[in-house]
């Protein structure tokens, strides 16, 4: 479940699938593959590990673009996805904006597929970038929610994904 803490705390989803089905992909990534005329079949794909993560308490990361993929992460920690923030002696009484990044390859399988990244729930507002294009945003903490990565995620490639929490509520 989505901690007030801000964190990736519950599994998103990849899945794939043929163009008559959809698929999801996310953060620990699970993926859906269906043909087109045959039974439809699930295949997962995890996202879990260590993800690069920073705090942001200045606001500073939109317009330094932290989500760019020429981005150095040096200066980034590394958090357990999932995971939250707040069981982190150095960030146990932080509040506010807070930046994720990984790097996962889509399978050359995945081509001609849906693909879509799924989040169980990031609490409590979340901003979510592929290869530093934006994808959207969602405010609704607990709730799920996903978007298309089927032209964006290129098939056999490596993408960087970017997740901007807030977990102030408002």
Do not use: C
């Not at 993929?69 to 009484?93: C, F, K, M, Q, T």
């Not at 001609?112 to 507002?125: A, M, P, Q, S």
């Amino acid at each position: 479940s989505a901690r007030r803490d801000g964190g990736l705390s519950r599994r998103d989803l990849l899945m794939v699938s043929a163009a008559s089905a959809f698929a999801s992909l996310g953060h620990p990534v699970a993926a859906k593959a269906q043909a087109a005329d045959g039974p439809e079949e699930e295949v997962r794909h995890s996202l879990d590990g260590e993800w690069k993560f920073r705090t942001d308490p200045y606001n500073l990361g939109e317009g330094e673009e932290w989500f760019a993929p020429e981005r150095r992460l040096e200066d980034w920690d590394e958090i357990a996805v999932p995971g939250v923030w707040d069981v982190i002696n150095d960030y146990s009484d932080y509040a506010g904006i807070a930046w994720y990044r990984t790097e996962f390859t889509t399978r050359p399988e995945w081509a001609g597929k849906r693909v879509r990244l799924v989040f169980e729930g990031v609490y409590n507002d979340a901003k979510v970038w592929l290869n530093g294009r934006v994808l959207g945003g969602n405010d609704m903490g607990y709730f799920s929610f996903h978007f298309d990565l089927q032209t964006l995620a290129p098939s056999g490639g490596l993408n960087q994904l970017t997740v901007m929490v807030d977990n102030r509520f408002r």
